[in-house]
């Protein structure tokens, strides 16, 4: 949730709208790609290595998280 309000706090209020929608079309677009992938790999290298991969994709999550700096924000910019 505190993309989500970063995002909101930093975007000005004339592009609200768009950021959101933008944020929508992305993340519902990568959904849909992963699948794809997920299903490609999985018909072509079997479903046992797609799952490995899918779970060691999964494990490396964190990495942008750790190293971003909302990380360490106490607060949001004004």
Do not use: Y
């Not at 975007?11 to 790609?33: E, K, Q, S, W, Y």
């Amino acid at each position: 949730m505190i993309k989500v309000s970063f995002r909101q706090a930093v975007t000005p209020d004339r592009l609200l709208g768009r950021m959101n929608a933008t944020m929508r079309f992305v993340l519902t677009g990568a959904l849909a790609l992963g699948a794809a992938l997920a299903g490609l790999l999985g018909e072509f290298v079997g479903i046992r290595a797609a799952l490995w991969a899918g779970a060691a994709l999964f494990a490396t999550v964190w990495v942008p998280i750790f190293f971003s700096p909302l990380r360490t924000r106490k607060d949001l910019p004004a």
